[in-house]
């Protein structure tokens, strides 16, 4: 028997969503409790989709049925191309070259370096410690990991200065979407604000990868960074590397590896601000493991503490905010007909605030994740990397990096919030960021100074 959707209508649906996208939409899927809701937006009326069974049919189990294309993946799509963020024969084709790239053993090959290039990063905010002067974190965030995927990506064959390039560029990119993200019916042939933005942006990125994809291939050594390991694989597939499929593969790459997890090191100084105790027994953990010493990768499994604030971190506040879906054929979501060619959205941030898989919701709890193994959650009640075939190849990259960071930062320096304050999640493109900044004092730890 069919049911109707949870409607929310356009008087409220459209003033809602422009006043605060994320948090409202996250709203109406909580207020219908998991029911399938339907936007009306005008003309355009997408379904809401945040129960952990029908977030499992479209990921999972009817997946085919539930395509990356539409109105929502067309502003994407003149950046990211066709890999492994795409559908059909180009991303099982990506897929199956990227994801040996992507396995915990071959991240962990890549560690040792990343490791390298974090230290010596964070290695250069001593005099902002020494000084007093406060860092800004979303711009060293972003740098420090950006430099890390780069190394990963393309060795050394690009120098700091030009690396640090990219990350303002991508940025520029997923924050001039927002328009056409929240009115996609309107028409390309028209200039709506940051599209010139979101052009020059995927212009200059062009002028960066291509000719790193060229010395790369000039040189032909089979290394291990990813552009090098790329290119021996599309050659051993293919018996040619297509230099824009590359590309593609790598502004892929990229965009998942590197801004996703600069904006999860945003949120957690303040939510470690917002819950000393939390903050007092991840910094017990890292002094006991780590000391004053370097941070290798080996130390990371020894952290289980801050594995458990990482989950919590993204479940409170998961990468995608909005994750599209298109539907090829006539189908069935919890008992709602759901026409061929409708938009599906999918919320991880609306999943994980649903109370029936996750008591105390908005409580930031590191806690709940103790148990893990033993825990009876719905599989799909966390979604922070998706599932199912499309699920994110980069989530062991984004543990061992983001643990490299906090570990690098929590063993050299005390941490304190200089501005504390309510951040306000916006949408930046798909990517969930904070829309205030905040800026962070760093304290050396008296060992460091005797050593």
Known sequence: MTTSPHIVPTFQAIPRLVSDPVTELARMGTDASGQVVRLHLGPFRPYLVSHPDHVQQVLKTDWTNFVREGVFWRPLQRLIGQSILGEGEAWASARKILQPLFTARYTASLAEDMADIIAERIGELDDFARTGRPIDVEHQMTSIVNQAVIKVLFGGRITRETAEELAPEFATCATSIGFRMLFPFAPYSIRVPGDRAFLRSAKKIDEIVYPLIQQAQRENNNGKEVVSALLTARLEKE????????????????????????????????????????????????????????????????????????????????????????????????????????????????????????????????????????????????????????????????????????????????????????????????????????FLHLRPIERNRAA
């Open 239 to 438: 018996g040619r590397a297509d230099l824009h499929q590359v590309r593609d593969d790598l502004v892929n790459i990229y965009g998942a590896a590197s801004e996703t997890t600069a904006m999860s090191l945003i949120w957690l100084w303040q939510v470690l601000h917002d819950h000393p105790q939390v903050n007092a027994r991840l910094q017990e953990e890292v002094d006991r493991v780590v000391g004053g010493g370097p941070v290798r990768p080996s130390h990371v499994a020894e952290m289980p503490y801050l594995r458990m604030v990482l989950q919590e971190l993204l479940r409170v506040y998961p990468n995608a905010w909005v994750v599209p879906r298109q539907t090829v054929a006539d189908t069935e979501i919890g008992g709602v007909r759901i026409e061929a060619g409708s938009q599906i959205l999918i919320s991880p941030y609306t999943t994980h605030r649903l109370e029936e898989f996750w008591p105390r919701p908005l409580e930031y709890d590191p806690e709940r994740w103790a148990d893990e193994k033993n825990g009876r959650r719905h599989r799909y009640a966390f979604i922070p990397f998706g599932l199912g075939p499309h699920v994110c190849l980069g989530q062991h990259l984004f543990y061992v990096e983001a643990s490299l960071v906090i570990a690098n930062l929590m063993s050299k320096y005390r941490t304190v919030v200089a501005n504390p304050q309510k951040l306000r999640p916006v949408p930046g493109g798909a990517t969930l960021r904070p829309k205030q900044k905040l």
